[in-house]
């Protein structure tokens, strides 16, 4: 499995990007996905999360609101939509797939805990 991250760049605040993370090899459909990004200096830390259906989500309090993650299943790919941008959301950001299928794997994927694979990461930037 491959998970290929796409869509960073150099934006202003409260301006919108979307994020792609295309999915190559077996069953990504079977798996729910995540965000994460880390910033400059500081921890990983959990973004969005889709189950495998694609029919749940949840975020992070900080992004909730803004952000939306969706997939599409016939393209084996998952995207984050970014809205209202802010200096604080600059970070390198990745995908990864679920270690598992079931509805336990999807809640802790905001622990980042137990992630099968991980994408590289495309970096957002985010001037004020």
């Known amino acids: 499995v491959q998970l290929q991250a796409s869509g960073g760049g150099m934006v202003q605040a409260g301006d919108s990007l979307r994020l792609s993370c295309a999915a190559s090899?077996?069953?990504?459909?079977?798996?729910?996905m995540g965000w994460f990004r880390r910033a400059p200096e500081r921890e990983r830390e959990f973004v969005a999360a889709?189950?495998?259906?694609?029919?749940?989500?949840y975020y992070a309090a900080s992004v909730k609101g803004r952000f939306t993650i969706s997939r599409d299943k016939a393209k084996n790919t998952v995207y984050l939509q970014m809205n209202s941008l802010k200096p604080e959301d600059t970070a390198v950001y990745y995908c990864?797939?679920?270690?598992?299928?079931?509805?336990?794997?999807?809640?802790?994927?905001?622990?980042?805990?137990?992630?099968?694979?991980w994408g590289a990461g495309t970096l957002v930037t985010v001037s004020s």
């Open positions: 889709i189950n495998r259906d694609g029919v749940s989500t």
């Open positions: 090899g077996r069953a990504f459909n079977n798996y729910h």
């Open positions: 990864a797939r679920s270690g598992g299928a079931s509805y336990s794997d999807y809640a802790r994927i905001a622990l980042g805990d137990g992630m099968g694979y």
